[in-house]
């Protein structure tokens, strides 16, 4: 975990690694995890196995919006903001806003 993060309510489940970068936001209810927590495989499920992980990455400058959900194997480049209620299943690259479920890049951001 970088510098000066700010966090407020949020699930971090690492079996791997999870990576972020200096001056991170998480709103409410943010959830960053890379791996499944449970396998869809019935047998091995309740043995208490779960699917491979897979490392998260997130950069610098990023802000996680309330109830975001952030997935194994992603990265989010620096200066993003992930909306409300987003579900990030692929990487998000650099400088833009993006949302939905899945999240998906809503807008383009000029860096100052």
């Known amino acids: 975990m970088g510098n000066d993060c700010g966090f407020s309510g949020v699930i971090i489940g690492a079996a791997k690694s999870i990576v972020l970068g200096n001056h991170v936001l998480g709103g409410a209810n943010v959830t960053i995890t890379d791996f499944d927590w449970h396998n869809i495989n019935p047998l091995e499920r309740n043995q208490g196995g779960f699917e491979q992980a897979e490392p998260v990455r997130i950069g ?48 383009s951001l000029d860096e100052h």
């Open 60 to 107: 610098d400058n990023v802000w996680l919006g309330l109830n975001s959900l952030i997935l194994k194997g992603v990265e989010i480049g620096k200066n993003s903001v992930i909306g409300a209620n987003s579900v990030v299943t692929t990487s998000i690259p650099a400088n833009v806003i993006a949302g939905g479920a899945p999240a998906k890049i809503l807008k």
